[in-house]
């Protein structure tokens, strides 16, 4: 019995010490809602990779949405409303905006990262990111990664932006051009020597991919992009073996549509007079 007792007193004053301790922490949690934003802090992740956003960015969104801010109590502050103010913008994949007692506005945000630049036949130019999401150019930056160009088509308006997998769910298409160039522009950005080897892709008018790289004076004539991982390979083989023997000038065109087979044009020499 007396156990009984002992532990109904020890589990009821636990209960009090929660409780007391609840009532501490939301009497806190009150007080800190009336502090007034005195402050905003931004962080853009990435930035050292992509500079779309600037953090000066962040305040002309925030105004041109009518969501202010500053001598604002913080626990008025529309932080969801910010959040979806931000993420509207083809450029921002995902965005976290939260207050702290000291009275500043945290505003983290996170860019998407773009593995290819397209510019159509159309007069359409825009980006692809590792989602398959279609981002409009901004201002005067560029991304550093492959520009592909040529014989595309974008069946896209000139204002989209959005998923282009989604686009071509909806729109019941089978695989196009532009769904086989992101798989293979986001196939190059996860290896880093193809990375910083692929300049340019060229489309021709019958629908075959030559590349520029960034490093050979010779062009790559890939043939379609079907098994272009094996293609890839290939190639890397030859530069590892080929490449170490002749030199990087050697060649002005090497040819990966011939199976297991790469054949190589030999550049022609000039005669010194």
């Not at 036949?121 to 040529?150: K, L």
């Not at 991919?209 to 190639?235: C, N, Q, T």
């Amino acid at each position: 019995m007396k156990r009984i007792v002992k532990i109904t007193l020890a589990a009821a004053l636990a209960v009090a010490v929660v409780a007391a301790v609840a009532a501490t922490m939301l009497h806190a949690r009150r007080e800190a809602e009336k502090v007034l934003c005195t402050g905003l802090r931004v962080v853009v992740a990435d930035s050292a990779v992509n500079r779309f956003v600037r953090k000066e960015d962040i305040p002309a969104i925030f105004r041109r949405s009518g969501l202010s801010y500053f001598g604002r109590r913080v626990g008025e502050l529309p932080t969801v409303e910010m959040e979806q103010a931000l993420t509207k913008r083809s450029l921002i994949r995902h965005a976290e905006v939260y207050s702290t007692a000291d009275g500043t506005l945290h505003v983290v945000v996170e860019q998407r990262r773009p593995v290819v630049r397209v510019f159509a036949r159309n007069g359409q130019n825009f980006y692809i990111d590792d989602e398959g999401f279609i981002i409009r150019p901004y201002r005067s930056y560029t991304s550093n990664v492959p520009v592909a160009s040529g014989h595309i088509v974008s069946p896209f308006g000139g204002d989209f932006t959005g998923s282009m997998l989604t686009f071509f769910e909806e729109k019941k298409k089978p695989d196009t051009l532009l769904r086989q160039l992101y798989d293979f522009a986001r196939y190059i950005s996860g290896h880093s020597f193809w990375q910083a080897q692929v300049e340019q892709i060229y489309v021709t008018d019958r629908g075959k991919v030559e590349l520029v790289p960034r490093v050979g004076a010779h062009l790559i004539r890939m043939g379609s992009l079907d098994d272009f991982e094996y293609k890839l390979h290939k190639l890397e083989v030859m530069y590892e073996k080929g490449m170490s023997l002749d030199g990087w000038n050697a060649y002005d065109v090497i040819d990966l549509a011939f199976g297991r087979q790469v054949v190589c044009r030999r550049r022609e020499l000039k005669a010194k007079n």
